[in-house]
């Protein structure tokens, strides 16, 4: 992986000049680079990491895994085209494994998510089955460490 890329990922907040220290290439070289990336499609997007819990109280995220049954000519396609136009899905992902589509959607409940499950997504043509999984709490998000670890003081007793 090109290193401008990998400094990138770990924090799209740098600057050409930053990154130009950090590489030993020229400013306008950097800045050329990133440009060329952004129109050849290897940089699609910038984003920040959150902590939902502090952002946004009222947010729900779920990971649904679904089995699919590909269709000829296109495979999972056409299918993953269909899931992925609904607003509610964050990614959406091809998998090796028990299951065939990994797709992370965020809600402002469980219950909107559970009827988006039922309403939409199960019933597309070719859609299987999907198991649910609720985030619960995240610890870490593309390297970064979302909450100061704090640690609990208190000793163990033991009778």
């Known amino acids: 992986m090109d290193t401008i890329i990998r400094l990138l990922k770990q924090n799209a907040r740098l600057t050409s000049r930053e990154l130009a220290a950090?590489?030993?290439?020229?400013?306008?070289?950097?800045?050329?680079?990133?440009?060329?990336?952004?129109?050849?499609?290897?940089?699609?997007?910038?984003?920040?990491?959150?902590?939902?819990?502090?952002?946004?109280?009222?947010?729900?995220?779920?990971?649904?895994?679904?089995?699919?049954?590909p269709k000829a000519d296109c495979g999972f396609d056409d299918i993953a085209k269909t899931i992925m136009m609904y607003d509610e899905v964050e990614s959406l992902t091809l998998m090796s494994g028990a299951f065939d589509l990994a797709v992370t959607i965020s809600g402002t409940n469980y219950k909107e998510i559970a009827l988006f499950v039922a309403q939409r997504l199960s019933t597309i043509d070719g859609v299987i089955s999907t198991s649910t999984h609720f985030f619960l709490k995240k610890y870490k998000d593309k390297g970064i460490f979302i909450e100061d670890e704090q640690r609990d003081e208190r000793s163990f007793v033991s009778p």
């Open 22 to 69: 950090m590489t030993g290439l020229a400013e306008a070289a950097v800045e050329e680079k990133i440009k060329e990336y952004e129109q050849n499609g290897a940089i699609v997007g910038y984003s920040a990491i959150v902590n939902d819990d502090l952002a946004d109280k009222d947010s729900v995220t779920a990971f649904i895994e679904v089995k699919v049954t």
